[in-house]
Every structure is written in C-alpha cells, then in structure tokens.
C-alpha cells in the first residue's frame, strides 16, 4: 500500500529492530520503483509516547536438562561452529529465540506459551557471546555458560559493529540468514551473510533420539489428559445440564487445568482453540470470556489445543459431535479423515518436500469441490516453538527447500470449513522416520514415512464408515488400538476418561 499510494519523493520511518532485513530489502525494491526512501530510525515514535508501556520480563531463565535435549549445548556449538566453517563463515550470529534457546540448552518464559527469552547468541572461532540481561541468571545458569561470554542485552549493536571492525582476512564474513532484524545487519554492514541460509533452524529440526522419544512420551500424558477431558465433557453435557450452560471458555479452562496435573507439564503451547457451530470455521478463532458461544450438543465442537512438557510440545486438534450429526456433516468429516489417512500412510524419498506431498491430503475433498485455506502441516519444537520449520506441508512454495529427513516433526491437519456453520480438522502430530522398503530407487537415501505421536480418538460417530476402503477402515482401528495400549495405564479404571477411552478406541 505505502510502495504504490505515497508521492515520489516520499521517506518512510521504520524501526530496524523490529523488521527483518529481508522484509527491509523487498519494501526498499517496491519503494524504489515509486521514488520512495525507506528510512531506519534510531528512536521508535511509538516507545516515545507510551507511558505505561509494560516493562520487560524478569523470569529467571532455566537448564534445559541433558536427559530431554540428548545433546551438550558444547557440543552444539562446536557443530555450528563447523557449519559455519563450511559455508566459508567466521561465525554465526543466532537472533531468533528459539534458536538461542536450542542452542544453549537453556528455557525461560518471556513470550506467553512458547519457552523462549530474550537474547542473542553470537558463535564465531574464538568465543562463544551471550547478551542478556544479566538478572535473568542464577548462580546454576551461570555455571552452565561457564566459559560462554555474557554481555548486557542492550550492547549487542555497539558490540556488533565493533564485531564487523575486527572481522578481517578471508572468509570476513558472519552468517545469519534473511531473518536477522534490519537493524543487526547495519550494524554489521558489509561483514553480514543475510543470504545464505543459517543452519540452526535445519539443526534444531532434526531431532535426536532423546527428543523423539521426549515425544513420543509427553503426547502419552498429553493423551491422557485429553481422554480425561472429553470424558468430563460429555457426560457434562449429556447428563449434567451443561447442555446450553457450558461456554467455550469454561472448558478451555478446564482442559488446562487437566493438562496442567499432567507430570512435567509446564503450561500450554498456544491459546485453546475452543469453537463451537459457527466459530469452527475461523480457522484461527479465540473464545473471549463473555462473548464466547455456548457448547451446544446440535453442534459441531473443533477443538485444537496443546501442551509444553519438559520433555516436549504437543498439538492436537479434534472435531467432535455429541448429538446427532448430518449426512453432511459426516461426509465432510469422512473427507477429511481420508485426506489425513492418505498423508499419514504416505511412503516417500528422504529430501522430498511437503509441498510434494500437501495434495495427498486434499484429494478428497478436490474430488467433489472442496478445500481449506491452510497449510496441511507445520514442524513442532521440542519444549520449544509450537510452530518450527523450515520444513512444511504446504501448498505454498516457500517448504520447497526443506525436504523431510528422518528426525523431523510434522503436523498432519487437514480441514473443511463451512462459513456460518461449522468447521472440521483433524489434527496429529508426527514424527519423521525412516522406513524400510523392498527396493531401493534412491541410491541409498532411503524412505521415509511418518509415525503419528498423538494419542487421541478420532470421533467414529462421525465417520461414514462406507466411504472408506479396506485400508483406510485398518488404519482407523490399528490407530485407535495404539491408542488405547499407550493411554489407558494412565487413566483410572472405570473412571469417565476410562470409559470414553475404551467406547472411542473400539474397532470401527
């Protein structure tokens, strides 16, 4: 809008630290065109003005125990250190949160949901730079960094351009990738690599096998307290006169607080996704106290939640019905459910991107017209990020150059949404894994095929069992008897999470 409205001549104020300097470079290459200046100020306007503007977060940052990150932050280092190395760097700048967090072993809980805090990282051949501020760190977080250099958060520019004065010789050169702010990248000037890939997001995507199996372990808990949740639920609904009553805040609160009592929880991943009729079909939707909808049992109930355990992070969605669904209603759902079955049973080349594989999920509803306006899959972090990539199952072409290697996380979500009545997604998290194959056309790479860590029923009532083939039918009741083998020993028997557990895990 600004590239195309505003007058030849035109300067635009924009505060660097808040934008990446490849969102800078692509806004100065459309204003060029126009005449327009984009300008760096050294000042926000709006920090200027706002006086009660709530002050920075103080939570002591923590360790992230060795036992769930299967790896030293030393030895991290020194695999960074080699990837720099390797693409011609004297070092690594790390600005992303959640990168510094991977890469450190370290947690904290500035931003809601996701355990991450504010800090850069700098790697280069002779230190190891943190800049924080420095109340953050107790005496146990200090000794962790020992021999990491810790400055004050606010000295990363003046240090960074002091950096790119003493960065000489070849390579004199420091990577950081397209999503540094535009403000790092003046400071480094000329000294910056902003255009060859940082390798820290591939890093921390791959996981090790204490983080697979962190995975596989925190969706069992996460499981359980879903069971325990839907149990609750429906017989509130059913028998308890919270037909009507309930609202949509109510039980995302609910949900919570079992999640919350699950061990090693430490709280959710993102807000609760709790929609009823209607507000299933805003993909996005957030009940609001007071203006939420009451749960209905005539309707359609999408509900996408997720948790942060130690041990990992968990996301789930499931479409649920507890009166009598339509003959719509259960097509659409069946639809999805094949889309998701067809992605999930998928067998493909390690190095094959999700945007190969996102028509997989959509077949279905193509078949007869129909579609949904998201990404089919997104990585997962582990006690990190509900959202990580690079990699993605998407039609969109940016997942192109994050093919799937085995040690990566991937939602499988796909939808329908009908605008003023009802949504469906069905959602599990997976793990990428190697799988065997009579043949091998690859050369030796391999194949890969995903393995679903999420421990929760798919709502049968909902399922129009005659539009499934025989596989599809196989994969619902070898799926559900997973379920119930790695859930039900958490659950108290003949208690109401028992009980609906056993009913929604039975052979369809």
């Known amino acids: ?109 500035d931003i809601s949901f ?8 700098v790697v280069t051949n002779e230190r190891v730079s943190l800049y924080i501020d420095e109340h953050k760190l107790d005496s146990q977080v200090r000794s962790h960094l020992q021999g990491i250099d810790i400055l004050p958060y606010s000295a990363i520019f003046e240090e960074m351009r002091a950096l790119a004065a003493a960065t000489t010789g070849a390579p004199a050169k420091l990577l950081a990738g397209p999503s540094i702010s535009w403000a790092l990248a003046q400071a480094l000037g000329d000294k910056i690599d902003v255009t060859t890939p940082s390798p820290l997001p591939m890093l921390k995507a791959l996981k090790n096998a204490a983080e697979l199996d962190g995975m596989r372990n925190c969706h069992v808990r996460d499981g359980a307290a879903m069971a325990e949740f839907f149990g609750w639920l429906e017989n ?102 094949k889309g998701h079955i067809a992605l999930d049973r998928a067998v493909f080349p390690a190095g094959t991107s999700g945007y190969v594989l996102d028509p997989l999920a959509r077949m279905p509803l193509w078949e007869v017209g129909l579609d949904f306006r998201h990404g089919t899959g997104h990585g997962v972090g582990s006690f990190l990020c509900v959202h990580e990539g690079p990699q993605g199952v998407s039609m969109r072409k940016s997942v192109l150059d994050a093919g799937f290697q085995h040690g990566m996380t991937i939602t499988n979500e796909p939808g329908y949404y009908e605008d003023g009545a009802f949504g469906i997604r069905i959602e599990n998290t997976c793990l990428v894994v190697k799988t065997d194959t009579p043949y091998d056309y690859t050369g030796g790479t391999g194949y890969l095929t995903f393995e679903p860590v999420t421990m929760v029923p798919i709502q049968k009532k909902l399922v129009q069992a005659g539009m499934l083939s025989a596989e599809e039918r196989l994969w619902l009741d070898r799926y559900h008897a997973k379920v119930w083998e790695s859930v039900s020993p958490l659950l108290e028997k003949d208690s109401l999470g028992y009980n609906w557990l056993k009913r929604e895990t039975s052979p369809l």
């Open 1 to 109: 809008y600004i590239a195309t409205h505003l007058p030849s001549g035109s300067r635009v104020g924009i505060d660097p630290t808040l934008v990446s300097v490849a969102t800078a470079t692509d806004l100065q290459t459309r204003m060029d065109e126009r005449g327009v200046e984009l300008v760096a100020l050294a000042d926000n306007l709006v920090d200027a003005c706002w006086n009660e503007r709530p002050v920075r977060p103080t939570d002591l940052v923590f360790v992230h125990d060795a036992k769930y990150t299967g790896e030293s932050h030393a030895d991290k280092i020194r695999r960074v250190r080699d990837k720099a190395a390797a693409a011609g760097a004297q070092g690594i700048v790390v600005s992303a949160l959640d990168e510094v967090a991977w890469l450190l072993n370290l947690r904290g809980s």
């Open 236 to 337: 509130e609904l059913l028998f308890n006169n919270g037909h009507l009553r309930l609202t949509e805040s109510d039980v995302a609160d609910k949900l919570e607080a079992l999640r919350r009592a699950q061990p090693l929880c430490v709280g959710l991943s993102f807000d609760t996704i709790s929609s009823v009729g209607a507000n299933g079909a805003i993909i996005h939707y957030k009940p609001t106290r007071g203006h939420d909808a009451l749960l209905d049992i005539n309707q359609m109930f999408l509900l996408d939640s997720g948790g942060q355990y130690r041990d990992g992070t968990t996301d789930v969605t499931r479409t649920v019905h507890f009166g009598t669904p339509s003959a719509w209603q259960r097509e659409c759902f069946t639809r999805v459910l």
């Open 114 to 121: 996701n355990p991450v805090f504010f800090a850069y990282v």
